[in-house]
């Protein structure tokens, strides 16, 4: 019994190491915060609402590699069509944030959209129904893209589609998505997508207590689904789900019906990237469908990896670092940044195939504290 | 049933209450378990299985043999779901028909499979592994709230008292010998509950020692469940079996004990003849 107590022990060790790094999220979020509101711009210790905007949308970027690290990392399901569910969420924030605006637009109709106003539409399509209430705006983030992840994932596991089919598939989807919200019949605005948003929840999206408020949310949103997913991923589901991963004929002949552990974790990661997208569209006031590209779901994959994929942790810091370095390089050489991710992708799966976390936890293997062996 | 008789058969503390009984029973009133008749499989044109028959009685030890591309295997796919069969019929008892369920559902039922190349979850502890394969409801839902309770630990540390591994309980299965893989994943059988074992070639790569505890474990084994080996290995054969059958292209050749099939002339030409 006393094996089984250490063994509870060292798993209870495994959920609190998202602890340090929920904590230095914290502190960094409410510095900031505290920085744009507090000092004058002058001041040392003054930080951009620029800088507070940028970091917001990190954090979102964050978000969307946690979902991606939840599905490959954990289940081997290499899904290169996550930005499609991160577009969808980013949409259907993005259509309540146009009715906000309501006759505050350039052609001034109270009822429609400019974009309708200018295809000479009379009246607001039926999708667009119930978008001026928050709370219906805010279900539809995570139904949309829940649905559409459940049908696909349900058509594509059961049918047993593994391996490099799927990503292929998961990138025709939103390929597909792409054309889809490119046309202007579709009603979501065509190539110039939702844009020119004023207010959310009645608060001005230019202010600086907006622009905080929104990365505190986004801040503390991470940092839950962060918590939910370690809960998930180290209950037994989570244990199936590694399973799944490394063997899964042995999975499904221990009584497991695999396909739907599989479709359920794909709808939890997708609504993941949901959030993440509707966090996203007010703090960089723009969503089109350019957000469905492959290149972006390509790029998440890219942050994954980087971090270490199936660390969570790893995941988030990957894709913080990443987007930081691509702030910093389009800014110096924008020709060469695409070549730098390319190669930087090709340098982390040849010498580090567990990403920056591996080297982190060989690292403390060989310089830190050693932890207690059990029964080596 | 009236309510009153419902209520009179729950206050019965001889049997377990009706709605927890095992839902599906096994029907072995003609102590047979397995039945499998008329089976044939074939793939692109070559008959892996043809027209094979085979009965196996509830709590025997029951050995399969045969060349290679005998059929053996692909008889295990079937039973186990994984192989769809051009026709026949297999039956898990009288009433449950196997070919109609799948491979999770079939596992479900008490049948549990050991691969020819051990296929154990490397990446989780040895505990964990057996964990995964306790007896237990599988859906979704139920996984992700499951609890480990104390009649379930102890069954996992009985298992691994059973098969040797309890050194190496919170060891990652992935760094485990390939003998140690072998027991883990007929533990990961055992921790299960089954009905049937179907175990294909459990002491390939043992040492002879290694090989020799297995066949005393399997053979403690037989009685309480119903075990089906295949193995190449004819002196493992020779140690462990009570009933032996010869698999030759894709039906059965000959069956009985030890001693008849050594001594069957058409078995000599097929199978044993060749070492000589």
Redesign the interface.
Known sequence: MSKLSQYFSTRSGLQSSILPFVVILFVATLGCALGNLLFAPDSLFYVSTYTITLLGKYLCYAMLALAVDIIWGYCGILSLGHGAFFALGGYAMGMYLMRQIGDRGVYGNPDLPDFMVFLDWQEIPWFWMGFDHFWFAMIMVALVPGILAFVFGWLAFRSRVTGVYLSIITQAMTYALLLAFFRNEMGFGGNNGLTDFKDILGFSLQADTTRVALLITTAVVLAALLWISQLILSSRFGKVIIAIRDTEARTRFLGYRTDRFKVWLFVYSAVIAAIAGALYVPQVGIINPGEFSPINSIEIVVWVAIGGRGTLVGAIIGALLVNYAKTRFTAIMPEVWLFALGGLFVLVTLYLPKGLMGLYSQYREKFGPKPTQVQR | MSILQYAAELKRRDQVWSFMQDPTPIDISHQVILYVEGLNVSFDGFKALNNLNLYVNDGELRCLIGANGAGKTTLMDVI?G?TQCDSGSVYFGQTLNLLER????I??LGI??K?QKP??????TV??NL???LKSN???LA????KLNAEQ?DRIYQVLETVGLK?????LAGALSHGQKQWLEIG?LLV?DPRLLLIDEPVAGMTAEESERTAQLLISLAGQRTVIVVEHDMEFVRSIARTVTVLHQGSVLAEGSMDEIQNNQAVIDVYLGEGQ
């Open positions: 186990t994984k799948d491979e999770a559902q596992a479900q549990g499979r691969f296929t154990v979850f490397e990446a989780q505990f964990d964990e995964l394969s599988k859906g979704v996984t992700l709230f499951a630990t050194q190496q309980c919170f060891m990961m299960s």
